[in-house]
C-alpha cells in the first residue's frame, strides 16, 4: 500500500516536471500510427504489436528469407546488435550471412560497395550515424557515382545502409547525430527515415529492394517507445511518397522520424488551446523528397512549419522551404518557419534547451498563425 | 631540390641478382624443339604456331620474387610459346601507342581533365591479366587505360571515353579515370586513391559468398598502399580467407613523392604483415605472368596474397606533371634504356630467333595504324545526348531540379 502510493506519488511528479520544462513525453502509445492501409483487411493471425527494434528485426528476416543473396554486416550484429535489431537472425540465416566485422566503417562501407556490384544485397550498419564519417567516401564517391560514371554498366542498387541516428535524451555530441542533410546533398543516393514500427518495416523492405543505394536511418529514440500493430508477412511502403498523417487547414507542419512524434503532439496542443488545424506530413523518404505533397498542402494552408533535430543552418528544412517558395510564393500568408536544432554541436547537458520540442513548435504555430 | 634517388628498381635487382647468381646479360631462351631451332627468318610466325612440335619454349627468371609468409611458385622455369611472346609484344606495344595517343590528344586539347598515362608500365598489366582466367574480376586505380584494352576496350572505344563521346567505354561520361567493363568483369577505373580496395574486396567477397571460384585482382600504387582503408581490408581479407590479390603498382613515386619519404617501410609487400605477400620485377612481363599465376592459385585455394610489382613510368603522374621536378631526367632515361618492357620483349624474340626485325616492325605497323585509325574515327565521333547529363543517377529517370537551365551547354568544339 505505502509502496504503491509512493510510486503514484513519483509519476505524478515526474510528470509535472518534465512538462514544466517541455521535455518531450513519449509514452509506450505514441501518438501517431504508422500508414493503415497496410494493415487493413488483415486479420489478428497475420499483425503482431511490436516495437521499432523488432519490426526491423522482423523486415530483415524477410528480406534474408525472400533474397538467398541478402546478408547482413556490420559491428556486432551477430549477437543482436547493440539495439537488438538484428537478435535471432544468425541462428536462422547462419553465420555465412548474419556477420561481424571489425570496427572499421570506411572498410565496411567499400566492401558493402564491392559486394553490391557483384550481385550480393548487402545489408551494412554503422553501428551509430555518428560514425558514419570515416565511410562518407566511400558512400559518396563510390556508392552514390558507380552507376553514372560507369555508363549504367555497373551499380550498388543493392546496397543498404542501415544506421541508428537522432537524439536520445543523454546520447550528446556522438550518438544523437541526425547526418540526413549530407547524404540528401549528394545524387545518386536515397536517404530513408522511418517514424513508426510499421512504417519501418515497410519503408527498409522497400529500402533494401530498391535498386539504389539507400542510407536507412532509423530513430533510436523510437526502438523502444514505439509500439504498434505490424503485419507479420512481406509488404512494402513506396520510397520518395510522403503521407498526411493527420489533415488540417491552418498550417502545413512537416517533419519525418522521431520528430513526427513531438510535431504531433504539438499539433494537439495547437488545436486544443488555438484552435488551430494544422496538417502534419511525414515525408518518409528525405531525397528524393516528395515535393507534391508537401506543395499541395501548402497552397492549401499558405503557412509551412518545417522541424528537423539535426541544425538548422543547411539542414533539410532550408532545402524544403527553399523549393515551397519557388514553387508556392503566392500562397503563402507567412514567411516558412524552421523549428531545428541550434547550429552547435549536439550538446550533452544542454541537451533540453537545443532540442526542438514540442514548446517551441507550438510557438512557431502560434506565431505562424498570427503573422 | 629533389634528391637524386636513385629508382628502387635497381637497388632491388642488384640485391636480388646478387642473391640468385643469375647472369647480368638478358636470359636467353631454350629452345625444346630441335625442328623450331631451324626454323629461318623468313617463316611466317603466324605459321610456326602449327608445326609439329609442341612450340613450348621454357624462360629461366630473370629476377627471383621476394617472398613473405609463402613459398613462392616452385619452378623457375616459365613455360611459354613464341605465339605469347608475339602476342605480349603486341599487346604492350599496343597500350604504349594508346598512350602516346592520348597524350597527343591531350595537348591538341581534345581531352581535358586529368590524363594518367601508363608508359613504361606496360608488363605488369599484360603479365597479370595473361595469368588471369577470363571470369576473374579486375580493380584498379585511375591509371587503367592498359586494364581496359586488356577487358572490353578497343582503341576506338576508349580514345572516345577519353574525349567524352558517346561510343565511349562508359557512355562518355566516366573519361579516362572510369573505363569499365560489365562484360568482361573489370570493374575500373576509380579516381579516388585507394577506395577501390575495399570495394575490390567486396567483389572478391561476393565470389566466394556465391561461389564461383573466381579471384579478384585489386590494383593500387605505392601512395594509396599507406591509405587506412587498406590496412582495414587487409585485417577483413585475412580474417574470411577471401579470394582476393593486392598489387601494389610501385612505380617509385606517388604523385610527386619519392616512396622513401611517404612510406616508413618501403618494402609493401610485407605491409600486409600476416597477409602473404611477393616482390617482382614489374618491368618483365614474363616474371609478372609467373607470380601472378602463384597468386591466382594461391588467392583461389587459400586467402588474400599481396603482390608488389616493381615497375617505373617515364610520364609525369598525370598531364599536369611533367615528371622532372621529383626526379632526374638521367634516371627516366637510364630506366628507358635498361629496364623497358617492351624493348627487353623484343630483345628476347630477336635473340631466340622467334621473329626477323622486320616482322617485328609489320606488328608495329599494323598496330600504329589501327590505333590512328580509331583516333581518327573518335575524333569525329558524336557527343552523348545532353539528356545523359541526368541519366543513371539512379536506375529510374527522377525529376532533376534546374535541369532546363542546362539546354544552353554545349559541349567544347
Redesign the interface.
Known sequence: MLRRSATLLKTSCLRRFSVQHGIRQMSSNTEIEGDKSVVDGLDKAELETMNLFTAINSGLAVALESDP?A?IFGEDVAFGGVFRCTMGLKDKFGG?RVFN??L?E???????????????T?IAEMQFADYIFPAF??IV??AAKY?????????C?RLTIRTPYGAVGHGGLYHSQSPEAYFAHT??L?VVVPSTPREAKGLLLASIRD??PVVYMEPKWLYRSAVETVPLGDYEIPL?KGRIVQSGSDVTVVGWGAQLHVLAEAVKKAKEEQQISCELIDLRTLY?WDEEIVFESVRKTGRLIVSHEAPVTCGLGAEISARVQEECFLHLEAPIRRVCGYDTPFPLVFEKLYYPDMLKNLEAVKDTVDF | APVGLWPHLFTMFSTLRLASGALSSPARCVLRSAVAAQCTSLRSFAKKAKSEDNGEIIIPLDSAHLTHRCDGPTSKDIPTSQEEMLKFYETMYAVRRLEVASDTLYKQRLIRGFLHLYNGQEAVAVGMLAAMKETD?V?TAYRDHAFSLLRGGTYYTILSELMGKAP???????GSM?L???DHHF??????VG?Q???????????K??GTGGVTMVAYGDGAANQ??IF??F??AY?WKLPCIFVIENNGYGMGTSISRAASNTDFFLRGDFVPGMKVDGMDVFGVKHAMEYACDFARNQGPIVLEMMTYRYVGHSMSDPGTTYRTREEVDNVRKKQDPIERLKDRILKGNLATADEIKAIEKTVKKDVDDALRKAKAAPWPDMEELY??????T???RHVERANNFYPPQ
Open positions: 543473396t546478408c555465412k566485422t571489425p572499421c570506411q572498410g565496411i562501407a567499400g566492401l558493402a560497395i564491392g559486394m553490391a556490384t557483384n550481385g550480393v548487402a567516401d566511400q564517391n563510390e552507376r553514372y560514371r560507369s555508363g549504367n554498366q555497373f551499380d542498387g545524387p545518386g536515397k535498386p539504389n520518395s528524393p | 574480376a580493380i565511349g567505354v562508359s557512355k562518355g561520361k566516366g572510369h569499365f567493363g560489365v570493374y575500373g577505373g576509380n579516381a579516388i577506395a580496395v575495399p570495394v575490390g574486396a567486396g567483389i572478391s567477397f561476393a565470389q559468398y556465391e587506412g582503408q582495414e581490408t585485417n577483413m580474417i541519366h543513371d543517377i539512379y536506375e529510374e527522377v525529376p532533376v
